[in-house]
């Protein structure tokens, strides 16, 4: 993210936490597919993602008056919000007795206008989704962040509020993990996956 | 497949948007609330003050109900009705009312007891009268001496008058 665009959105953030529901909107509509997807990538099934979402947003929004900037930027707020909500989640289930990390839906998965997805893609996405949620939260988060969403070393690190070093760590017993997850699987290839840290490539 | 194709599969997911659409709404409609540090901080002082304040207007009223401001200058009512040295000197009022109705009680009952003596031994003195009278009559002749015995036996009637006088 340019520093253009962080003085831009630190303005925004500021009439949101003075109360602009239009300020707020307009974060709204930038953040709430990223956290869809990080949710959706954690829970599995899309009605649980939707509602997650919700609720990240609707925590932000009556909470917002209380945020204050302190060098992260503001998606960091609602990925932390988002942990807590998928973390409050699982807990309400397994009193429930029906959390099932294995219970995912792989319709929700389906890239919207691409109706042609062959049954073996969504197979393969379903696989790869569990083998994510199998992992470690911290371990989901830096995968999810660093391939989904393509962000940068610098961008994850802040977005975790972790530092750089903590998330190289991370992400190479993250990888390392889910190899061993899906290493049997013949259809997914780990070959040419690359990972920048700072100047260096590294495949996988 | 290669896994760095399936998370750009990923990254094409999108909610659904009729989702997005109501979820925004009822997002940006709700009311906000979680005031900030510093106003929750008014809000406990506020609290607290009120509930100090409650606590010290029931020990007034508890105090106020023991009577414990009675007598004192601190007293912050005067009841018109309650005045304790009025009451006291009504009491002994009464108190002497009893006395004299006893004592007229009394001196009716003396008078009244001593009339009814009298009418008792009148009576028991004519009852006697009237017996011996009866026995002298069962031994002598009539008409022998011309004189008939005078009789001293009182009626009630007679006794009631007597008693009345």
């Known amino acids: 993210m340019m520093n253009g665009e962080n003085d831009n959105e ?28 990080f949710v959706l990538i ?28 302190r060098g992260h930027p503001f998606s960091s707020w609602l990925y932390q919000i988002a942990r807590n909500q998928v973390i409050d989640h699982y807990r309400e289930h397994a009193r429930r007795h029906d959390v099932s990390i294995d219970k995912t839906d792989p319709e929700a998965f389906a890239v919207a206008g691409d109706h042609e997805a ?14 994510v949620g199998r992992l470690k939260p911290d371990y989901q988060d830096v995968i999810i962040l660093r391939f989904v969403e393509d962000m940068s070393l610098k961008e994850t690190a802040a977005a975790l509020r972790k530092t750089e070093g903590a998330i190289k760590l991370a992400q190479h017993r993250a990888i390392r993990e889910l190899k061993r997850a899906l290493g049997d699987e013949p259809s997914i290839s780990f070959d040419s996956l690359t990972v920048s840290f700072d100047d260096s490539d590294e495949d996988l | 497949m290669k896994i760095s194709d399936l998370f750009a599969q990923f990254r094409r997911i999108e909610p659904d948007p009729h989702y997005t659409e109501h979820s925004r709404r009822e997002v940006l409609t709700s009311p906000q609330h979680g ?10 002082f ?25 007598g004192t200058k601190l007293e912050p009512v005067q009841y018109a009705v309650i005045d304790p040295s009025g009451l006291q000197a009504e009491a002994q009022a009464i108190d002497i009312q009893i006395k004299l109705a006893n004592l007229d009680y009394s001196e009716v009952t003396s008078t009244m007891s001593s009339t009814a003596a ?13 017996a011996a009278s009866s026995s002298t009559a069962s031994s002598t002749a009539p008409g022998a001496n011309g004189s008939s015995t005078a009789s001293t036996t009182l009626t009630v009637d007679q006794a009631l008058q007597a008693l009345s006088q």
Not at chain 1, 11 to 37: C, E, H, N, T, W
Not at chain 1, 47 to 68: K, P
Not at chain 1, 118 to 131: C, Q
């Open chain 2, 46 to 70: 506020f609290r607290t003050l009120e509930s100090g304040v409650a606590l010290v207007l029931a020990g007034f009223f508890i105090v106020l109900a023991m009577g414990g401001f009675s």
């Open chain 1, 10 to 37: 630190r303005s925004v953030v500021q009439r949101a936490v003075k109360g602009d529901s239009s300020a707020f909107g307009a974060l709204y509509d930038r953040y709430q597919p990223m956290i869809y997807r």
């Open chain 2, 118 to 130: 009298r009418a008792a031994v009148m009576m028991r003195a004519s009852t006697l009268a009237g």
């Open chain 1, 118 to 131: 062959s049954l073996g893609t969504k197979l393969a996405l379903e696989k790869v989704r569990s083998a």
């Open chain 2, 35 to 44: 005031p900030t540090i510093r106003a929750q901080g008014v809000m406990v």
């Open chain 1, 42 to 69: 954690k829970v599995g099934r899309r009605e649980e993602a939707e509602d997650i979402t919700h609720q990240v947003f609707l925590s932000a929004w009556q909470n917002v008056a209380g945020y204050r900037h």
